[in-house]
Structure formats: structure tokens, C-alpha cells
């Protein structure tokens, strides 16, 4: 299983290149992609999306959250922040639900380095 972010979903429906968007093609042809919540609440969130993408994106197998979610987030965001480092809500969220069922992100967005180096995000 891997998880896929908003950035490269983005890139991916706008038929851009890059090792990321490999890597969700892979994913999505070996069943092997999930959504976390956030990623599908961003990308349902566009006033202009394809339905044909909707049912895509609704036939994805979503992350679940665990009990205690919200408090282990906003651990993660604590970590990150006191280093005086970018911790964006959305992209803490995102991290948490891949660090909690111990499953790599695919994403575009630089921003995601700083949970890898110091929140045990994996990266794809």
C-alpha cells in the first residue's frame, strides 16, 4: 500500500511527468493505491472536477483514522514546528494517517521532507 498526495494527484490528472506520478501510476495499476482523508477532501473540494475523476478518486480505498489520531497529530505538528519548520494543517494530517498505518506518500510537495526527517513520515 502507498498513499498518494494532493500534489501529485494534481500532476498526475493533468498528465505532467515525474518519479512521482510514476510511482501513483504503479500504485494505481497494482491496486496498491489509498487515499488519505484530507487528499480527498482537497481534490472533491474543486467546483470544476471532472465527475469521471470523483468516481475515480471515491473507488480508492481510504485511510481510516485510529483512536487517538487528532492527539498524535498534533504531536507531529509540535515536532516539526519546534524546529521552526513548515507544518502546514493539511499536510500534518496527511502525514499522520500514513505514519499511523505505517505506509509510504507519494507527493510532489517539499514541504512533506520535514515530517520524513523528523516524524518518521516515509517517503516515496
Known sequence: MVAVD???LIAFLRGEEGTDVQ???RALE???????????????SDPKLDPRVSRLLLALPL???HSGFWERAAATRAKVLAR???A???DTLISQ???????????????FRHFSRH???ELV
Open 88 to 90: 502546514r494543517l493539511a
Open 119 to 121: 516524524a518518521d513520515l
Open 30 to 44: 497494482s491496486s496498491q493505491a489509498v487515499l488519505p482523508p484530507v487528499v480527498l477532501v482537497e481534490i472533491l
Open 23 to 25: 510511482a501513483f501510476d
Open 6 to 8: 494532493t500534489s501529485t
Open 84 to 86: 521552526r519548520l513548515r
Open 63 to 65: 485511510l481510516q483514522s
Open 97 to 111: 494517517s500514513c505514519i499511523d498505518h505505517g505506509i509510504p506518500l507519494i507527493a510532489r510537495d517539499a514541504d
